[in-house]
């Protein structure tokens, strides 16, 4: 099995900045995709921002500009540093990965974290 830890959430007010941190660990074989994605009570979950293997990265447009998304392929992890918050990015933001185990018959998985509360105050 591969799993999720998130850390860096929390309480901050509109304008300010923070910085989420995913960790994978596990089973890996390959990491494809990883990337964070957010939801609001009563809503879908949504596409903050992802990056490949090679770097190739993918926003939603409300973010652009603001947020930034970095891994490091060899330590397993990505990073996503939010500026310029504003109330309504207030969400859970879950940490997404995707790819291969490690294994003589490797499987696809596609895994997410327990989520971090984000609460921006205006």
């Known amino acids: 099995q591969v799993q999720l830890v998130e850390s860096g959430g929390g309480l901050v007010q509109a304008g300010g900045s923070l910085r989420l941190s995913c960790e994978a660990s596990?089973?890996?074989?390959?990491?494809?995709?990883m990337g964070w994605y957010r939801q609001t009570p009563g809503n879908q979950r949504e596409l903050v921002a992802n990056?490949?293997?090679?770097?190739?990265?993918n926003g939603a447009d409300s973010v652009k500009g603001r947020f930034s998304i970095a891994r490091d392929n060899a330590k397993n992890m990505v990073w996503m540093q939010m500026n310029s918050l504003k109330p309504e990015d207030t969400a859970v933001y879950y940490c997404y990965a995707d790819g291969l185990t490690d294994s003589t018959s490797p499987t696809w998985y596609a895994v997410w974290g327990q989520g971090t509360q984000v609460t921006v105050s205006s």
């Open positions: 990056i490949t293997t090679g770097g190739v990265t």
């Open positions: 596990g089973n890996i074989g390959s990491i494809d995709a």
